[in-house]
């Protein structure tokens, strides 16, 4: 048995930056400060997103953990208005809903999500685009952990809990498009597939030495075959 764990933002989907401009709105609503435009939203979990943003802003850990629930709570109702708003702005990346269907439909691997998004953020965004967030039997998230190298560890145990079975990290793939998902599985052992479906090229995900790089998931066969070698 394989766990797959997919990447969301950039692997999934896109949204055309709704979760990002529902993270700043919500910045500016709790804190009173806007980040920072320069700043790189991907590879990183929400509550990361926030610290490092807030940290570049003056505030101290203990000023940003005492809103950081609210900030979340304001995160979540602004991200469910942008992407009610503008249904069109979320779109499946290529390939995505055929290898979902593959790797679902097989006896021998099961379907997970590792994403830095909030439990509850990954569902609405999986929602805008048709996808059944439920259909995922694993799932590590942004809310479990705020750094991402954690959340292997934590799909992993919830695996052990869902399917009754321990899973070594040989036996858990992470299919992301952006280095930190590459890089995040190796303290377990996992393989990691890199796909230039977000910000970063073949050529930039491959200097990561991952397991397998492809420019999107359209050729599900090769994808596959990656996944179970």
């Not at 500016?28 to 802003?57: F, H, N």
């Not at 099961?110 to 995922?136: E, H, M, S, W």
């Not at 799909?155 to 869902?162: D, G």
Request: with cysteine; net charge negative; proline share 4%.
């Amino acid at each position: 048995m394989k766990l797959i764990l997919f990447d969301i933002d950039g692997t999934i989907l896109w949204t055309d930056g709704a979760g990002r401009k529902s993270m700043e709105a919500a910045l500016m609503t709790v804190y009173g400060v806007s980040g920072d435009p320069a700043y790189r939203y991907d590879g990183k979990t929400d509550r990361q997103i926030v610290r490092e943003q807030l940290r570049a802003r003056g505030l101290t850990d203990l000023e940003i953990d005492a809103q950081l629930p609210a900030l979340l709570d304001t995160y979540l109702e602004n991200l469910a208005h942008v992407l009610a708003s503008d249904p069109a702005a979320a779109r499946l990346c290529t390939g995505i809903e055929v290898l979902l269907d593959a790797v679902e439909a097989r006896d021998d691997t099961v379907l997970g999500l590792l994403t830095g998004n909030v439990a509850l953020g990954a569902a609405r965004k999986l929602g805008a685009v048709g996808i059944d967030f439920t259909r995922f039997r694993v799932g590590a998230f942004g809310s479990d952990h705020e750094q991402r190298p954690e959340l292997p560890r934590v799909a992993q145990q919830r695996a052990r809990e869902a399917l009754g079975m321990e899973l070594p990290g040989d036996r858990i793939v992470i299919i992301g498009d952006t280095p930190a998902d590459i890089q995040c599985g190796r303290p377990i052992g996992a393989r990691a597939i890199g796909v230039a479906t977000g910000r970063y090229n073949v050529t930039d995900l491959a200097a990561h030495a991952p397991h397998a790089v492809f420019a999107d998931l359209g050729d599900t066969e090769r994808v596959l075959e990656a996944i179970l070698a």
